[in-house]
């Protein structure tokens, strides 16, 4: 039997045990062994007198009477039996487990693990244990239906003892001398069955950084394919024509802005395949740079697209983009999935024909229905919805083309080494010059008229506002705002003096794009919106923000929200609505009020939430990290990075005897492995 074998030729592993083992992400013997618990129950016997009340711990004492079961109520189930521990008389509850009462037999010692409430002198029972247990520690590990705790222990077991032999080091020898890692015979060994919590405080430690190391490998690895010379287009741009269109724009370019656009013409030129991310705050400028790029692709006789998440943000850039590239002659073309007809066959007809100098639309654009004549440029426009893998595919789309990802929810360096890790990162640190900080304050739900009453004083002024709510209709589960019933609200404060409309993702592109291209024109002044509009929407005539319910948002959402609002020259206000029913939520209103930074938050949004929330959803791209959290774990994370960082620059190719099982372990993964 072989460590990559499938797990169904495992003794006592048939079709129904294989299904539930799958179910939990193990599919090989191998896949088995490094399936390990995510905690242990410590079962050393403490005297009764060093426990605190409630903490768990083992139990073990003698059965003096027969145990009782009782009912109390509609499947509710209790078993009580007495145990004579240290000459003290302890009760012992179980609850909905009868069937313990034939494991308690009077006048014979047994072991229980369970909390133990001092002033009762009472345990209330988790599990009872064997007698004979050697270690000091009892695995837990995540677990469903068809495979449970004492199931999976025993496979464990089985597969170790007869292919835990086979364990081979992938850590190159020196990297795990120096910082003291066991053999993952040892790790395998020490996770699973540890004698001592020293045991397996040393065997998580490892299991860390390895995880870490493996993947920042894999990563190194991807980023050297991308980086190989001759593997890219090199697009020799025309650069009196590109500062000729730079000074056509109405504004000047801020020294942050003209530091990201060299590094990026500098990519372009290079043989080597772009592959960089550009992240910037709210309205620091990311868009008028990609403008740049795509330029510069277009002067040296290639097509660019620009990929934005919705249709109202392709229709917004593509109106802006047009009346930008006028005056250089450059064709640009609309692309979206509502687009059907003859509007349609003439896009597809323009890209494919080369008429389309920039391309823009949504994420449908890289289907393989769309051909483009010379496609060398892509840039996607709030790129943390994607993987790694997303990102490799689309260097087959077209020429090969070189790649900008952007992204405008800051990221920090924990988890720009852990999604972004193959990427060149550019940064856009400033804002441009007189943008004022947006007020932001925040309301309880019942102060909500103070805002009201401002934003009626705004808009005497010609001012704009947004109003954003979480959900779209009422709900029986949530007693939350939802914008139905708020746009009625607002409709009858506001109006006849104000337009108020709405604007939700179950609305069609059509109507959609109508409500914003009449919020733009000024025809409405007050937009009701879910958070259809958190990205890229772009009015500058909106300085008023409100957002109900606030506390349901992440920092990210709620930054993303705010920037669209203080665009123009006049001061801008944000009014956060909420009454927060915890501590964290609490702490993000409050941060949200502190600063307008959006590096500053999502240091503080990584602190409050842990990395798995930063961009919203489980489609972020983040890596999903079996035993080390980037954030608790960051120094090992940080310390992995650069490790695997160094070992690629001295030895490229991974030639060194000592980093051979590293290539081969490399050579075997699968492409999706660890990446989505």
């Not at 840039?379 to 077209?398: M, P, T, W, Y």
């Not at 108020?500 to 919106?529: C, P, Y």
């Amino acid at each position: 039997m072989q460590l990559n074998d499938s797990v169904g030729t495992l003794a006592g592993v048939g079709p129904k045990t294989a299904t539930g083992l799958n179910a939990l992400g193990i599919f090989s013997i191998r896949d088995l062994l490094f399936y390990f618990p995510f905690r242990y129950d410590d079962l050393q016997v403490r005297p009764l007198a060093t426990l605190a009340d409630q903490e768990k711990a083992m139990f073990k004492g003698t059965v003096i009477s027969p145990p009782v079961v009782s009912y109390f109520g509609p499947h509710k189930v209790r078993l009580n039996v007495r145990l004579l521990i240290e000459q003290t008389v302890v009760i012992v509850t179980f609850f909905n487990q009868p069937w313990l009462k034939d494991k308690f037999v009077q006048d014979e010692e047994i072991a229980v693990y369970g909390k133990w409430d001092h002033a009762r002198k009472n345990v209330v029972g988790m599990k009872v244990l064997m007698q004979n247990t050697a270690n000091d520690l009892d695995p837990i590990y995540s677990v469903n239906k068809q495979i449970r705790q004492k199931k999976l222990i025993e496979l464990i077991h089985t597969a170790f003892e007869t292919t835990g032999d086979q364990l081979q080091e992938v850590i190159p020898a020196p990297i795990r001398n120096h910082y003291r890692l066991l053999t993952d015979h040892d790790l395998v060994q020490q996770m699973h069955f540890p004698k001592t919590i020293q045991e397996s405080d040393a065997a998580r430690r490892t299991a860390i950084f390895r995880e870490f190391f493996l993947f920042e490998a894999k990563i190194q690895r991807l980023r050297q394919d991308n980086t190989q010379a001759g593997d890219g287009l090199q697009l020799s741009y025309d650069l009196s024509a590109l500062k000729s269109f730079i000074l056509t724009l109405p504004f000047a370019l801020t020294t942050a802005q003209k530091r990201v656009v060299n590094e990026i013409c500098a990519d372009l030129k290079s043989p080597q395949h772009m592959n960089r991310l550009l992240q910037g705050d709210v309205g620091s400028g990311k868009t008028i740079v990609a403008a740049i790029a795509m330029f510069a692709a277009v002067t040296a006789g290639y097509q660019a697209a620009l990929m934005v998440p919705t249709e109202i943000l392709a229709e917004q850039h593509a109106k802006k983009l047009t009346k930008l590239f006028t005056v250089m002659q450059v064709r640009v073309t609309l692309l979206t999935g509502s687009m059907t007809g003859a509007a349609r066959r003439e896009a597809l007809s323009e890209i494919e024909g080369g008429r389309a100098n920039i391309v823009i639309g949504t994420h449908a654009l890289i289907q393989d229905a769309i051909n483009f004549a010379k496609l060398g440029f892509i840039v996607i426009d709030e790129q943390h919805r994607f993987g790694v893998n997303q990102r490799r595919a689309l260097r087959e789309k077209g020429l090969n083309p070189d790649l900008l990802a952007m992204t405008a929810t800051p990221i920090p360096r924990t988890l720009a080494i852990t999604t972004y890790g193959e990427m060149a990162i550019s940064t856009i640190d400033e804002l441009p010059a007189g943008r004022r900080p947006i007020e932001t304050s925040w309301l309880k739900i019942n102060q909500a008229d103070k805002a009201l009453a401002l934003t009626r004083d705004q808009l005497s002024h010609g001012d704009q506002a947004f109003v954003v709510a979480p959900m779209i209709s009422e709900s029986d589960q949530m007693s939350l705002k939802n914008v139905e019933d708020l746009y009625e609200q607002l409709a009858g404060y506001f109006e006849p003096n104000y337009h108020v409309a709405l604007l939700h993702g179950q609305m069609t592109s059509d109507e959609k794009a109508a409500t914003m291209a009449a919020f733009n024109r000024n025809e409405i002044q007050v937009l009701v919106a879910t958070t259809v509009v958190e990205v890229g929407v772009d009015v500058p005539n909106a300085n008023i923000m409100l957002i109900y319910n606030a506390d349901r948002f992440g920092l990210a959402t709620l930054h993303q929200l705010r920037g669209r609002v203080g665009r123009g020259d006049r001061q801008a206000y944000c009014f956060l609505i909420a009454d927060p029913q915890n501590e964290v939520a609490v702490k993000r209103m409050e941060i949200m009020t502190q600063t307008n930074d959006g590096f500053k938050l999502a240091d503080a949004d990584l602190k409050l939430r842990g990395q798995g929330d930063i961009f919203g959803d489980k489609q972020s791209g983040l890596p999903d990290f079996k035993i080390g959290d980037p954030v608790s774990d960051n120094n090992s994370l940080v310390t992995a990075h650069q490790v695997a960082l160094d070992l690629f620059r001295v030895d490229p190719q991974l030639a060194a005897p000592e980093n051979l099982p590293l290539k081969r372990y490399l050579a075997t993964l699968q492409d999706s492995e660890n990446f989505d």
